[in-house]
């Protein structure tokens, strides 16, 4: 489950922050989980069974950052599956508006 820990609009257009936050969907999509993660605090989060760090995006999408900052971190190859996921949400907004209203 992915997380942005901001969402703002700019001249009515979405557009997404930079940082997302890496859970396990233990609910399996449940939405009340997703609104329990999104309002916890940093340090709750690490002490998340479910939480596994976060990606930061920089430099117009050439540079990336995983921080397992929890108790849990993933694997080289599931980072890159990460990104490579939101790197597609990212290129196509309507596609995160229909994840993040499900």
Same mark, same amino acid.
């Given at each position: 489950?992915? /997380?942005?820990?901001? $969402?703002? &609009?700019?001249?009515?257009? +979405? ?9 396990? @969907?233990?609910? $399996?999509?449940?939405?009340?989980? %997703? ?7 940093r340090s709750d989060k690490r002490h998340d069974p479910? =939480?596994?760090? =976060?990606?930061?995006? &920089?430099?117009? @999408? +050439?540079?990336? +950052? ?8 993933? %694997? ?9 996921? /939101?790197? %597609?949400? %990212?290129?196509?907004? @309507? ?8």
């Open positions: 489950m992915v /997380i942005p820990d901001v $969402q703002f &609009h700019l001249d009515g257009t +979405t557009s997404l922050t930079f940082i997302y936050s890496i859970y396990a @969907d233990c609910a $399996q999509g449940d939405p009340n989980q %997703r609104l329990k993660k999104d309002v916890a605090s479910d =939480y596994f760090g =976060y990606v930061i995006f &920089h430099k117009n @999408d +050439t540079l990336f +950052t995983y921080v397992a900052d929890g108790e849990n971190h993933l %694997r080289a190859t599931d980072v890159e599956e990460l990104i490579n996921m /939101i790197s %597609r949400v %990212r290129n196509q907004p @309507d596609v995160w508006e229909k994840f993040w209203n499900n």
